[in-house]
Structures are given as structure tokens and as C-alpha cells.
């Protein structure tokens, strides 16, 4: 859970709110009448109006996503129970959650509202869109300011599906100021039928608080998983009972004992959990628990699986870890995804706070790779980012995109935040004949060989790319086209050049390989949302030269109170084995840009995401096209291919679902809107 230091402004996502002038008779206008984002009134072919001055939800529908997971309307933010259920049971396989505050379009009063799945692209909400949407809400002493992030166990509480969350009842809390004891704490509920209702330990908290005697910053985000390596690792360590504290504000708690073996029972196959957060004075960490009876209600604590100091990267390739960490997840995974034996790569994916000044309200999302020591602490080998912008047998990640429009005219659009589409994780591998292989960066070498010409090295990383869901996307499409092959050759500085066939509409989906020479300044890629008079455009391309993907958006919006700032993360061309005779060739750039109207994608050679906000005024803001610079070397674009009109990814809702905006007066830790 993104934490707040102060009342929670500006742009952190969450529930949306709806407008003043909402009527409840009106004809609600379907996504085949929306093609083209509009607003009833409002002349997007001029300069944009003061948006303060517009009615709330006035502009609902102009910058809203149509193929993302998002919030029927209000503030949305992190991903939480995130489940497979194979029997349906609850309206669809796949269980997603998120953290919502409705009639509200900024943080305040954390609650969990879901939807289900068949397929992670169509979604249904439950257990419906409108106002009875929040399934599991702030009710207990313990959880009375929020309901925070929160992991599941398929089988749990009394062999039901249960969930184990952050109960928050102190505000404010975050990294920058002192830590109300109490604050936080771990806390059970389950479902019986699918997830569309929710039943809450009564006895709750079952983790009370943090180790004694430490100094936190935060003390959030449980996730539950089992390990075989740390259960081997752990078996001699019969940890430490959570510390005292009190079932709901009132009983005391007696799970707690003197005496580590009284809450301590053998478990096979236990699960563990994790909590994040972080010292003071000494830097983030990750603390360690584990299951300590049958019924998921007592753990206890084993240690620091991994604890770093403070504001601390380890390469320009890998981000910053800030202060304190937040939604950290423990994985192992092969080249397949999942692989928990032997074979298996062992990392740990974190949201960093305080590593990040300039920009996405001080986060990173990134992730580590390393090895346990016998006390089960992990010493990393290499580290690397997530995503540059704003995550069965498979580990399938949704990340939760900010706006980025700085909190300006947010009442007049009614909404903020959403879900990226889901990607797949896992270790990728690949052979290279390159020196800068020895680099300190996201990448490991596994091993070398050696030829009379020169030394191949296997490297491996942590692998992301679209779930083969997301080919939906593509195949169900309503308009499909190729572009023809084409080279620059340099000499230019910042030229656009329109495809032959242009989209129609802000929801297409763009893939091309990209060949470059070494030794080349260029910069290529494509020009998305031009208007007629270039008053808005949008570059996304690579700079070779740099080893950067970059998001030029300085002329992204002819609204200006938006942030227009440029958007870059590291990417490396390998020099690679050729086909034959032992030389080497850079790789090419398989690029994929996803552009569901604010919200654009980018993926390459199955190692890089970054995912942007773009707010185009002008409904003419349409043009697509390639976008080249540099003086030297040649750049060739090939298998250029568009698919456009995105499959709807709510299909039972219409396109407007705003509802009424409320504020919330000066008694509650959030006042406002």
C-alpha cells in the first residue's frame, strides 16, 4: 500500500468520483459510441478551458482506458488478493482486487472492491459496478482507517480460501515520520463463496505488531507463499512469537507466549509471509515469518530475509531502494515461470519509497536476484527495475499505473488510476559475445565458452512480457494493417513520417523490430497522437547510443498543468553470435507499444516495461507514424504492424459509470474530495 505522510492529494491513484450534474435517467452511451473520447459540450479542436471550472466527471469519459482493469470509477490503487480459483466459484476463475476509496478521486478510507475473470483480459465486477461494490471494508478496531494490502492462501481457514491484510488504525502514517506503535497490523478473513463476501476473524490481529525494540518506518503488505528452500533453511529456527498486542483494541492477546515452542506447532509444508518496510537510521527491509499453527491464526518471526541500507543502487541499470519498502513479493522462478525445486532462481520484487525525487510521488517498482545464506538472508547477484514508468504455473503480474496529470481538473474527469495488463515473469536467457557482459547491472553470467574467436557468455535476468492473454488484444481487433519495411539513413534531427493508414481512435496496439548499426547516434521508433498541426505529439523510441528507451512527451498535451516531462529507462542491444564464421551482430529491437488512450505500454526483447500517462487534448490527436534522428548509421524498421480497436475489457458495463463525488469534511484523517 502506498503510504501518505499528510493528507493524500494530487496523484496517487484510487476511487474516482462522479459529477455534481449526475443524473440517474441518463442514457448511458456505449463503448461502440466512444470510439473517439469526447465529452457532451466541450470543444476539443480549441484550447482547453480552466478544467477546475468544469463540472465534476464533465470529462469521464476523454482520457479513460477501455482495455485495462480499472475501477468502475473514483480513486483506485494497488493490486491486492490476487487469486485462481478453477472451479468459478464466485463468477470466474481469475479473483483481482484493488484498494478503493468510492465517490472519491483521491486516497482516503482504503477498502477492497474485486472482479473476476475467465481469461485476465473481460472482466465482471462484484459483485456488481455500482455503489455495493467494496467487498471487504474497515469494520474492526484494528483495521477502522483501512483496509491495506493484503496476500492469499487457496486453502486456509478452515480449509476456505483466506486472506491475510494490513488493518490500519492510526493516521497519518509513512516513511518520514515517527511510527505510531499500533498502527499497523496483520489481520485474517476468508471467503466461502468465491470472494463475493467476506468473514473476518473476530479474534484478529493475527500478527500483531513488529519486533520489539525496532525502530520502523512501516510495517504493511503480508505476502503469504511457501518455499521448500526456506522452509529447509528455517527448519532448526524456531523463531519468536509476535509481539504482544490486542485482539481488536480489547482482549489481550493470548496467542502471544514467553516461550517460542508454544505457538510453534510443526507444520508440513508451512506457508510463510513477509511484511514490508524498513528501519530507521538503517535502511529497508523485508521481515520473515512463518505459519505456526494449522488454522493460519499464529506465526512467528524468523528474521530479516532481506534488509539493505538506505537510498542505496546497485547500477543505473537497477533504480534506487530508497528508505522503505512496500508490496514486496518472495518468487522463485525458471524459464517457464513458477519453478520452486531444483533449477529455480530466487528473487524478491519490491516497491521502493524515498529512492526517487524526481518524479512517481518518490516510488520504484524493482526487484532483486540473489542467494540465501543458512540463515536464510539473501545476498543479491544482480537487481533490476520492474517498470521504467509507473505489476497456475505461472507468475502473472498487475501493476498499479499513477495518473500523471498532477491532480489538475481531476474532479471534472471523476476518476484516477488503474491496473497495467497483467505480464508474465520469468527468468530470461540468452547468449551474447560482448565484453560489457562483465558490467555491474540487471543481468547475471551463468556461463562462458570459449572459441578461437572470441568468448560467448550466458547471461540471465528477470523476463517480463504481456500474458499470452493479452493476444486478445491483438486478435480481436477490428481493423488490421502492415506497413511497409523502411530504412533511415541518418541526417536528420526529429522527423516524423506517417504510416500509409492511419487510426482511427486512441486503442490500438503497435509491434515492429527495429535494426540499428554499432556505432550510430540514431534514435528511432514511432510518433504516436499527432495532431494535424504538431500542437501535440508523442515520441517513444530508443536511443541507441544512450542504451535508453525513451517517452518524449513535451508536447504530449496542450494541457500544460500536466506533467510533460520525459519518461526513459535503461535498454541494452547486445552483441550477439551471427549466424555463422564466430562473428557477432547487435541484436534487433523487438519493440510492442500498447495505447489504450492515457495509458501507453512499452515492451522490448522481453526484458523492459515502462508503462506512461498521456493526456492528448485535441480529439484529432490521431496521427501515427515513425519518428527518426541522429547523423550517423542506419536504422531498419520491419514487421511493423498495427491492430486497432481494442477489445472492451468490461463488456457489462456501459462507458460512463461515474457516480456522485462527495467530500468528506474535516473530521477524518483524509478531508477532501
Known amino acids: 500500500m502506498a503510504s501518505h505522510a499528510h493528507t493524500p492529494s494530487s496523484h496517487i491513484l484510487l476511487f474516482a468520483i462522479a459529477s455534481a450534474a449526475f443524473s440517474p435517467v441518463r442514457a448511458a452511451p456505449s463503448w461502440a459510441d466512444l470510439m473517439m473520447p469526447r465529452a457532451d459540450g466541450i470543444d476539443f479542436s480549441s484550447a482547453p478551458p480552466n478544467l477546475t471550472t468544469l463540472a465534476n466527471n464533465t470529462l469521464f469519459t476523454h482520457w479513460r482506458p477501455k482495455a485495462h482493469f480499472i475501477a468502475p470509477n473514483s480513486w483506485m490503487n494497488d493490486p491486492m488478493t490476487l487469486w485462481y480459483k478453477a472451479d468459478g466459484q464466485g463468477g470466474g476463475k481469475f479473483k483481482a482486487s484493488y484498494q478503493a476509496h468510492p465517490n472519491h478521486v483521491q486516497w482516503g478510507n482504503i477498502s477492497q472492491a474485486s472482479a473476476v475473470s475467465d481469461d485476465l483480459i473481460h472482466w465482471k465486477d462484484v459483485p456488481s459496478w455500482k455503489e455495493d461494490r467494496l467487498t471487504l471494508y474497515p469494520s474492526q478496531p484494528n483495521d477502522h482507517l483501512g483496509v491495506f494490502d493484503g496476500t492469499m492462501i487457496s486453502e486456509g481457514y478452515k480449509g476456505f480460501p483466506t486472506l491475510i491484510y494490513t488493518g490500519v488504525k492510526h493516521l497519518p502514517t509513512g516513511w518520514t515520520i515517527p511510527y505510531t506503535p499500533g498502527t499497523e497490523s496483520q489481520n485474517l478473513a476468508w471467503t466461502e463463496d468465491g470472494g463475493v463476501t467476506w ?12 519486533p520489539e525494540g525496532m525502530n520502523i518506518t512501516a510495517w504493511r503488505d503480508p505476502w503469504l507463499f511457501q518455499s521448500p528452500t526456506l522452509e529447509r533453511l528455517t527448519a532448526s529456527n524456531q523463531g519468536t512469537p509476535t509481539p504482544p498486542t490486542t485482539f481488536n483494541g480489547t482482549a489481550p492477546n493470548t496467542t502471544s507466549t514467553t516461550t517460542s515452542t508454544a505457538s510453534n506447532q510443526h507444520i508440513k509444508d508451512p506457508w510463510f509471509a513477509t511484511v514490508s518496510g524498513g528501519e530507521k537510521g538503517v535502511g529497508p527491509h523485508l521481515l520473515l515469518y512463518r505459519q505456526a499453527s494449522e488454522d493460519f491464526t499464529k506465526w512467528v518471526y524468523l528474521g530479516q530475509i532481506f534488509q539493505h541500507q538506505g537510498n542505496y543502487s546497485w547500477s543505473e541499470w537497477s533504480g534506487n531502494w530508497g528508505f522503505n519498502f512496500e508490496v514486496s513479493t518472495v518468487l522463485r522462478l525458471g524459464t517457464e515461470g513458477d519453478q520452486p525445486g531444483t533449477g529455480g532462481r530466487d528473487f524478491i520484487c519490491m516497491g ?21 545464506s543458512d540463515s536464510a538472508q539473501l545476498s543479491p547477484e544482480y537487481a533490476g527495475v520492474v517498470d ?59 556461463s562462458r565458452s570459449s572459441s578461437s574467436s572470441s568468448d560467448s557468455a550466458t547471461l540471465e535476468t528477470l523476463g517480463t512480457r504481456p500474458a499470452k492473454e493479452v493476444d486478445a488484444l491483438m486478435s480481436e481487433s477490428t481493423s488490421k494493417w502492415d506497413e511497409k519495411s523502411w530504412t533511415y539513413k541518418g541526417g536528420n534531427n526529429g522527423t516524423w513520417t506517417a504510416f500509409s493508414k492511419q487510426p482511427k481512435s486512441r486503442y490500438y496496439v503497435l509491434t515492429a523490430t527495429l535494426d540499428f548499426t554499432n556505432a550510430s547516434d540514431a534514435k528511432a521508433g514511432f510518433t504516436i497522437y499527432k495532431s494535424p498541426d504538431s500542437s501535440e505529439q508523442t515520441h517513444v523510441f530508443y536511443d541507441l547510443a544512450a542504451e535508453t528507451i525513451r517517452v518524449d512527451r513535451s508536447l504530449s498535451s496542450v494541457v500544460t498543468e500536466f506533467n510533460l516531462g520525459s519518461e526513459a529507462g535503461k535498454f541494452r542491444l547486445w552483441n550477439v553470435p551471427a549466424s555463422s564464421g564466430g562473428k557477432t551482430k547487435l541484436e534487433s529491437l523487438e519493440l510492442k507499444v500498447f495505447v489504450d488512450n492515457s495509458i501507453v505500454e512499452i515492451y522490448a526483447n522481453d ?34 504492424k498495427v491492430y486497432e480497436g481494442l477489445t472492451n475489457a468490461w463488456p457489462e458495463r456501459p462507458a460512463d459509470t461515474s457516480n456522485e463525488l462527495v467530500w468528506d469534511g474535516p473530521d477524518v484523517p483524509w478531508a477532501g474530495w
Do not use: C
Open 199 to 210: 468473514h473476518k476473524l473476530e479474534t484478529n490481529p493475527v500478527i500483531g505488531g513488529p
Open 352 to 372: 521502493t519509497e524515498g529512492g526517487r525525487p524526481e518524479g512517481w510521488s518518490n516510488h520504484w517498482p524493482l526487484w532483486v536476484k540473489g542467494n540465501y
Open 388 to 446: 521504467w514508468g509507473e505489476t497456475p504455473n505461472r507468475q502473472i503480474l498487475f501493476g498499479w499505473t499513477y495518473e500523471d496529470d498532477n491532480g489538475y481538473g481531476v474532479l471534472a474527469k471523476g476518476w484516477q488510476g488503474a491496473f497495467t495488463l497483467p505480464r508474465e515473469m520469468f527468468v530470461k536467457r540468452w547468449t551474447v559475445r560482448d565484453s560489457r557482459a562483465d558490467e555491474r547491472g540487471s543481468w547475471g553470467v551463468v
Open 607 to 640: 526484458v523492459f516495461a515502462m508503462t506512461t500517462r498521456v493526456y492528448p487534448w485535441r480529439s484529432d490527436s490521431v496521427g501515427l507514424g515513425y519518428y527518426t534522428a541522429g547523423s550517423t548509421g542506419n536504422v531498419t524498421f520491419s514487421n511493423v
